[in-house]
């Protein structure tokens, strides 16, 4: 699925940065990261088939946030949330879990895919964008994207058309993406104990045979 950047470039002149953003937006509203943590299986899966998505990124300085920045922040996560109907791996494509690029639908990890595919191509450096996993208030699991700005962490996300920082979302943070290895996951810190209680699907460490699938994780 694409997108036309002369489309993106007009929705971003019209789209104008919200002041309440930045105002806000205080030190300490990035995420605390712990140590390295097991990968989602269907990461995992998506990696042995796209491993330049996968490889180790440069860590460049967060994003300067501004109008513009925010603009195709909103534009993508609208334009992605407008385009793609939601719909569950089992519904689509009769099997637990596939993480992948959608084509008309799919569920909330391909959301997150899409939108870090098409800031990356519009220049936003990979290890700025995240692919996050979270808990919603039911206890469902939920994949969301985490953009990292020089004005805190924001939230692109599939059941939501607003951009917010990750501290106005209703989620428990459990882990992400590293920002200097797009294939190695790190904890977030403060979700310790929850984690802990709950099975995650994750991927088998290397020394491991085949992954089984431990369940899905929602979206």
Known sequence: MH????????????????????AQSVLGSSMATGGITSQ???????CALNRSECRRTPVAQPVGLTDATFAQLDAVNRHVNESVVAVTDAQLYNLVEL???PTGAGDCEDFVLLKR???????????????TMVFQANGEGH??????????????DNLSNEVRLWTDTPYIYI???????AGTWVSISGS???????????APAPAQGNPALLGN???
């Open 117 to 131: 595919q098409l800031l990356a191509a519009a220049g936003w450096p990979l290890s700025s964008l995240l692919i």
């Open 143 to 156: 994949a969301v994207l985490t953009v990292r700005t020089n004005h805190g962490d924001f939230i692109l």
């Open 175 to 181: 882990k992400r993406q590293s920002d200097r290895d």
């Open 40 to 46: 989602p299986i269907g990461h995992y899966e998506f």
């Open 217 to 219: 994780i929602g979206g």
């Open 99 to 101: 993480w992948t690029y």
């Open 192 to 202: 310790t104990m929850i984690a802990g209680n709950i099975a995650w699907p994750a």
């Open 3 to 22: 997108i036309s950047f002369l489309l993106l470039a007009a929705a971003t002149s019209v789209v104008a940065f919200s002041s309440a953003a930045l």
